[in-house]
């Protein structure tokens, strides 16, 4: 096989790829979130992702928290730096953290549900089946999905938060001896708004994203279950990268002098 | 590859049986369609009379699901053109493409019920989005709807996992029929079924189909089934129809492909598609 041959089919299909997302987003945006909405379905999808993730989302914020307070204050006694632990852990959650980790963990979970749902929908002609019952499968499906998904993961990332500081808070009190009043005070006294609304700006791409992902790659499931199956994965692991990928383009916007 | 036996007929008198007057309802004009390098279809022309019930027949993979979809609108066809009471709707869009979408109702192969909704939510589904009725109003016409395909009230609250397989048809059906449409699509109907629920489906399909005054199309393998429900056959083979007849003449076609088909013969002239799309 000629390697030339190779590289062009794979850099063509990645081109193609591409502009087939594009062209889903274009229509995800403007078709499914224009009216007609679907107020139950929008309901029904935030309880899914948001409250069914809160679980996940609680305890992956706790125990990051609690090893965030125990690296920085081993590292720190480098630096005689331990005091800074409160607000390092503070600031690391709510700054980066919390949304990253949240928004991994729920592409996890949601993108896949999502991915699964949606692909066995279009292999047994259910989506079919919408649009001859007068309804648009943009509007009824994916719109519902990606406003649930900027609504509830920035709720999801205010309580990961919460959680992520508390979690460090017990570990720096009881395993690390801190003063508890002394903790708090460092925690609130370096930390601004922005820190946190940072955080929830991100929070929202990255709802965007693992909804987006998980309808996109469920809509173009194709061959059966295998196809489903392999829309499941490709929506993880796309949604995971892109959230890593804004991540950092949202970083480096939002606290550029 | 063969051409084609083109021994089309034409249809000259109303059918008497069905009552169906000679106005032409649905008209396909040298409809193509090809996904990637397969051409699928190649260049069909169909006439449908209105009230009448048209079955197509031909082998697997043959593209008569792909025509059913071209005709309702799912799928684009790539040339020629899809008339429907004397519009061409070949390639609307957008507001005119669901104005005529409401005309059909559609029964799709595995039925493809909404399994996160019970079956009258189902069955209610295209009052309550397509017409905008409220919702008990819908629950009590899908009820309604259910006992004409034979369905108590008591399957309206189950959902459509709990149902076996011939039920599910059923519930589709009525899915179909409940904004009580014009035109009404039905993809294999009796695939999958025993001969005993095949014929009751038949039955529905027959009786329901009249008391809606609908056009049906519908597509099958099963010769019993289009004994029963068809007014007119027509042979799709190699993207094209190559006969067209009422059910009454299919068995002195003249037509070696459809003997074959219909007598179910492993020899003949048909070429049997070996690779699936």
């Not at chain 2, 193509?32 to 993979?61: M, P, T």
């Amino acid at each position: 096989m000629n390697p030339l041959a190779q590289i062009g089919r794979v850099v063509l299909h990645l081109f193609a790829e591409t502009g087939r997302l594009v062209f889903f987003i274009k229509d995800a945006v403007f078709i499914g979130l224009s009216p007609r909405w679907y107020p139950r379905q929008i309901l029904l999808q935030m309880i899914r992702m948001g409250y069914n993730s809160l679980p996940v989302v609680g305890l992956t914020a706790f125990f990051t928290g609690g090893v965030l307070a125990l690296q920085i204050y081993i590292g720190g006694t480098r630096f005689n730096a331990e005091s800074l632990v409160a607000s390092i852990v503070a600031l690391g959650i709510t700054r980066e953290l919390g949304p990253v980790l949240a928004g991994l963990m729920v592409a996890g979970r949601v993108a896949a549900a999502i991915a699964a749902e949606l692909g066995t929908m279009r292999v047994t002609e259910q989506i079919d089946a919408l649009v001859t019952l007068s309804t648009n499968p943009y509007r009824y499906l994916v719109g519902p999905r990606i406003l649930a998904g900027v609504i509830t993961l920035p709720l999801l990332v205010v309580i990961a938060d919460i959680i992520g500081i508390m979690g460090g808070y017990i570990v720096g009190t009881q395993s690390l001896g801190f003063n508890a009043g002394a903790y708090l005070k460092n925690t609130v006294d370096f930390l601004q708004v922005q820190d946190v609304t940072s955080g929830l700006v991100k929070s929202a791409v990255f709802g965007f994203i693992i909804a987006l992902m998980g309808c996109y790659h469920g809509f173009h499931s194709r061959g059966g279950a295998q196809g489903v199956g392999r829309a499941t994965t490709n929506a993880v692991v796309s949604s995971s990268i892109l959230i890593l990928a804004a991540n950092y383009v949202l970083t480096s916007l939002l606290f550029t002098e | 590859m063969s051409h084609s036996w083109s021994s089309k007929q034409t249809i000259g008198t109303p059918m008497a049986a069905s009552g169906s007057g000679s106005e032409v309802h649905i008209a396909l004009k040298g409809l193509r369609k090809a996904f990637g390098r397969k051409v699928v279809l190649d260049g069909v022309d169909l006439e449908v009379k209105r009230r009448s019930s048209l079955v197509v027949i031909g082998g697997s993979g043959t593209g008569k699901s792909v025509m059913l979809k071209c005709i309702i609108g799912l799928l684009e066809p790539d040339g020629g053109q899809v008339i429907i009471d004397g519009e061409e709707t070949t390639h609307l869009k957008g507001r005119d493409r669901d104005r005529v979408m409401r005309k059909f109702g559609m029964l799709f192969q595995s039925a493809a019920l909404f399994d996160s909704l019970p079956v009258w939510e189902n069955v209610a589904f295209g009052l309550i989005q397509g017409r905008g009725m409220r919702r008990r109003a819908a629950r009590e016409k899908a009820i309604e709807t259910l006992a004409k395909v034979g369905l108590g009230p008591e399957v309206a609250h189950l959902y459509p996992a709990e149902l076996s397989g011939g039920m599910q048809k059923r519930v589709g059906l009525a899915r179909a029929i409940a904004h009580e449409p014009e035109i009404i699509l039905l993809d294999e109907p009796t695939t999958g079924l025993d001969p005993i629920m095949a014929a009751v489906i038949d039955a529905l399909i027959v009786s329901t189909v009249k008391e809606v005054g609908a056009t049906a199309i519908s597509i099958t393998h099963d010769m019993a089934s289009v004994r029963r429900i068809a007014d007119e056959v027509a042979m799709i083979y190699q993207g094209r129809i190559i006969w067209h007849g009422p059910v009454s003449e299919i068995e002195h076609s003249g037509n070696p492909y459809v003997d074959q088909f219909i007598h179910g013969r492993a020899e003949g002239p048909i070429r049997m598609q070996l690779t699936k799309g």
